[in-house]
């Protein structure tokens, strides 16, 4: 069984036994990244979204993913939410990759 596999079957574990846990759903969503399931990955970033709107990670990854689907606005917005989450929460080093990710998505689709 390869790592990805056996990393996945332990965080859906965690997910049956703990279904709140968002570092699980979070880390899970990662791994399904890895292997192109971009549906089940989506799913699981707005959820962990929805469920906890501080957790600071998921803004970089599910906006990256929109990007990759051309979801452009979508993309932009969540990356302007994270923006303001990291700044409520004085994480500069998040800020400056979100507020990169935006510029980065500005230059590939003259989005604002």
Do not use: C, W
């Amino acid at each position: 069984m390869s790592d990805s596999n056996k990393n996945i079957r332990i965080l859906v574990t965690n997910l049956q036994n703990d279904p709140n846990d968002l570092f699980s759903k979070f880390a899970l969503a990662l791994e399904l990244l890895k292997r192109n399931d971009v549906d089940k990955a989506r799913l699981l970033f707005e959820s962990v979204l929805k469920q906890d709107s501080d957790y600071l990670g998921v803004y970089y990854h599910l906006g990256k993913l929109y990007q990759s689907l051309e979801k452009f606005d979508q993309a932009m917005q969540i990356f302007k939410d994270g923006v303001d989450v990291a700044t409520k929460k004085g994480d500069q080093h998040s800020k400056s990759e979100l507020m990169d990710a935006i510029e980065q998505l500005r230059y590939e689709s003259d989005t604002d």
